[in-house]
T-cell receptor
Framework: DVKVTQSSRYLVKRTGEKVFLECVQDMDHENMFWYRQDPGLGLRLIYFSYDVKMKEKGDIPEGYSVSREKKERFSLILESASTNQTSMYLC??????????FGDGTRLSIL | GENVEQHPSTLSVQEGDSAVIKCTYSDSASNYFPWYKQELGKGPQLIIDIRSNVGEKKDQRIAVTLNKTAKHFSLHITETQPEDSAVYFCAASRVGQGAQKLVFGQGTRLTINP
């Protein structure tokens, strides 16, 4: 069974801090995704990666960057956290012709 | 780009009754339509999906219908049970053209009343 693991379930950070959210998948999937989930807005794609060291912007990339140095790990970076980045962050991975598998999310609060 | 609209945003039904959630999409090239269920404290889990070459798919109490002409698809849950209470998301994407990017609807909070 596919497992997508997000390193933290809850995280509290301060405005201006650099924040790292980590995601690891154990099924050798090529594609990995970062979404943020906000009430009434559904899931919105921040960034995705289709291979090691490859990345593409999603619909709301501003204020974020990503890193994929190894196939199993995809990191989301908030360069300088702001209060409007308080949200639930979801990581997902997928292989060709397979459904997306999600982690359980990281609830991030920026104070 | 693709845009997915989902209705209603909240739905409350009596246990044993049926629930229907509807989504419309804008990109006629979209060909894959999954439905996800998200329980409290968990990530979304795929419950059923449909591709554009079929009009209906059923899995026990859950069914999905697709109308390509009208660009809408629906989730039907029959004989609802308390464990069906959750947030449901529809999504649309083009499979077979690079990384599969899903565009999600806004979500429907379904409550099953005992």
């Amino acid at each position: 069974d596919v497992k997508v693991t997000q390193s933290s379930r809850y995280l509290v950070k301060r405005t201006g801090e650099k924040v790292f959210l980590e995601c690891v998948q154990d099924m050798d999937h090529e594609n990995m995704f970062w979404y943020r989930q906000d009430p009434g807005l559904g899931l919105r794609l921040i960034y995705f990666s289709y291979d090691v060291k490859m990345k593409e912007k999603g619909d709301i990339p501003e204020g974020y960057s990503v890193s994929r140095e190894k196939k199993e790990r995809f990191s989301l970076i908030l360069e300088s956290a702001s209060t409007n980045q308080t949200s639930m962050y979801l990581c997902a991975s997928i292989s060709v012709d397979q459904p997306q598998h999600f982690g359980d999310g990281t609830r991030l609060s920026i104070l | 780009g693709e845009n997915v609209e989902q209705h209603p945003s909240t739905l409350s039904v009596q246990e044993g009754d049926s629930a229907v959630i509807k989504c419309t999409y804008s990109d006629s090239a979209s060909n894959y339509f999954p439905w996800y269920k998200q329980e409290l404290g968990k990530g979304p889990q795929l419950i059923i999906d449909i591709r554009s070459n079929v009009g209906e798919k059923k899995d026990q109490r859950i069914a999905v219908t697709l109308n390509k002409t009208a660009k809408h698809f629906s989730l039907h849950i029959t004989e609802t049970q308390p464990e069906d209470s959750a947030v449901y998301f529809c999504a649309a994407s083009r499979v077979g053209q690079g990384a599969q990017k899903l565009v999600f609807g806004q979500g429907t909070r379904l409550t099953i009343n005992p």
